[in-house]
């Protein structure tokens, strides 16, 4: 190693990480440069062991569909069902084929067998009950969230009535909405029905918490909180896909944030008396900075749940990001801040960002990205980034 980068580049590690953070967060949030490559995950799930074995942390936030992630919970804190179901169920967005996802479930589910209850670690999802191409129907948050309360209040709206306004679910994920939002049902007099519904059952919720939570329990009503959030978050959702406005695309990406955002800023306080939160996700839902593409040949951009949660969270959010060099045949300029990173030592690296410059030598360029789902690191944005860890080929 020579000397410009010494204590600048360190071999991949837990300490070597932890260590370039200015104090121990409450959320920890490790970023991935692009989905479908074992190599990010496998990188976490070190992390993550090094994070439970050696700095208290007792949970783990992936972006997948917050209430699936309720089944892979069942799994790994008390044993309910099989690994292979809360991979199949547990996990959205195809997250369930990855083979580091399949370890994680399974050291989470072996660490827990041999520890009490109020130690054992938790799973969760951050993200919607949402894909690229739809949403889901707010019916199973909301019905659910309706039978809890309707269990100890009474409710001036019957379940029939919620129903009957709800319809199927399958009128809700049409997958021609995202493009046309004639095909949307969120603007229709049901649906803003709906909302108002939902939004009284959520505040509901809120006002009769010391009484729900004597006669039910805290994990209860912190579930009913999450389908209160769910549904009312979906709701907005599909009322932003049947909008017309030319904004229509940038406002759904947004609501998607704050959906992320409410839900990772839940589980910190959940988890408040336990210990810290690692959150795991592309780099795009995590950083401090705007969030931009392109998509249908518009340029998007809104404020990523990572820049909410700094905002609510101050020094108490940490953000690494992580990034390649080469991937088959896309290998970097040799002046991208990537291609500068290929000729340091480390086929796995962790970089201190506050002095990229020192160890690199030079001001690097910033590398136009491969296909939409890649997000290289722009050199421009790595002060507000407190760690980068980096593969040199995946």
């Given at each position: 190693m020579t000397a410009p980068t010494q204590g600048v580049v360190r071999p991949f590690t837990g300490d070597a990480l932890t260590a370039l953070l200015s104090s121990a967060p409450r959320l920890l949030g490790l970023g991935e440069p692009t989905h479908g490559v074992e190599a990010f995950p496998e990188l976490r799930n070190e992390l993550f062991r090094h994070l439970v074995e050696h700095e208290g942390y007792r949970s783990i936030a992936l972006e997948s569909d917050c209430l699936s992630a309720l089944i892979a919970?069942?799994?790994v804190t008390h044993?309910?069902?099989t690994l292979d179901d809360a991979l199949d169920r547990g996990l959205s967005h195809g997250f369930g084929a990855s083979a580091a996802n399949r370890e994680l479930l399974r050291w989470m589910r072996a660490h827990n067998e041999r520890r009490p209850a109020h130690e054992r670690l938790r799973f969760y999802g951050f993200d919607g009950p949402l894909e690229m191409t739809g949403?889901?129907?707010?019916?199973?948050?909301?019905?659910a969230l309706h039978d809890y309360l309707a269990a100890h209040l009474d409710l001036p709206w019957s379940r029939e009535s919620l129903t009957g306004l709800l319809g199927p679910d399958e009128r809700w994920a049409c997958p021609d909405a995202l493009m046309d939002a004639a095909r949307s049902v969120g603007r229709t007099?049901?649906?803003g029905r709906l909302r108002l519904i939902a939004d009284d059952l959520r505040a509901m919720l809120t006002s009769h918490a010391p009484h729900l939570t004597a006669v039910t329990s805290p994990d209860d009503f912190w579930h009913a909180g999450l389908r209160a959030r769910t549904a009312t978050g979906?709701?907005?959702y599909h009322a932003g896909l049947a909008d017309t406005a030319p904004t229509r695309l940038g406002t759904i990406m947004a609501l998607r944030a704050t959906m992320m955002a409410d839900n990772l800023d839940a589980v910190v306080r959940r988890e408040a008396r336990r210990g810290p939160t690692l959150a795991f996700a592309h780099n795009g839902h995590l950083q401090r900075d705007k969030s931009r593409v392109?998509?249908?040949g518009l340029p998007l951009e809104w404020w990523s749940a990572g820049a909410v949660m700094s905002t609510r969270l101050g020094d108490d959010y940490a953000f690494a990001a992580s990034t390649f060099g080469t991937r088959g045949s896309d290998v970097p300029h040799p002046g991208s801040l990537?291609?500068?990173l290929s000729a340091l030592p480390h086929a796995r690296a962790v970089i201190d960002p506050g002095r990229l410059t020192e160890a690199l030598g030079e001001t690097p360029a910033r590398r136009v990205p491969a296909d939409h789902t890649y997000a290289p690191l722009d050199p421009d944005t790595t002060d507000r980034i407190d760690a980068i860890v980096f593969v040199r080929e995946i």
């Open positions: 919970d069942a799994y044993g309910t069902g949403a889901a129907s707010p019916g199973p948050a909301l019905t007099p049901e649906a979906l709701l907005r392109r998509f249908a990537e291609g500068m």
